[in-house]
């Protein structure tokens, strides 16, 4: 069992900066593939980043690439998503999520995220 819980959301200027962490729980954070998602108000929930359990392969969201960089601390069960130039469109709700153990597939393919997060808003003005 893996609970997430999402922290460093809020309000920012566009082309600003933030940095979203996820708590693990339990021992076997190290054995999973983490992602983040999003939920802008009316859409569906999107794939932003992804990191495998190895640390040693991300991918982003096309929209993200160059700006988000995702990133891992299996000894403290944590992931980041540093986020900057933000933009109004990065407006959504961010929710991270694990999967696996040791799923090695496709990172944008949420039906295999088998926890998530509750959720942490991020709002960026123009």
């Known amino acids: 069992q893996v609970q997430l819980v999402e922290s460093g959301g809020g309000l920012v200027q566009a082309g600003g900066s933030l940095r979203l962490s996820c708590a693990a729980s339990?021992?076997?954070?190290?054995?999973?593939?983490m992602g983040w998602f999003r939920q802008a108000p009316g859409k569906e929930r999107d794939f932003v980043a992804g990191?495998?359990?190895?640390?040693?392969?991300?991918d982003y969201a096309d929209s993200v690439k160059g700006r988000f960089t995702i990133s891992r601390d299996n000894a403290n069960n944590l992931v980041y998503l540093q986020m900057n130039s933000l933009k109004p469109e990065d407006t959504a709700v961010y929710y991270c999520?694990?999967?696996?153990?040791?799923?090695?597939?496709?990172?944008?393919?949420?039906?295999?995220?088998?926890?998530w997060g509750q959720g942490t808003q991020v709002t960026v003005s123009s």
């Open positions: 999520a694990g999967a696996g153990p040791y799923y090695s597939g496709g990172y944008d393919r949420e039906y295999r995220y088998n926890y």
């Open positions: 339990g021992r076997t954070f190290s054995t999973y593939t």
């Open positions: 990191i495998r359990w190895s640390g040693d392969s991300t």
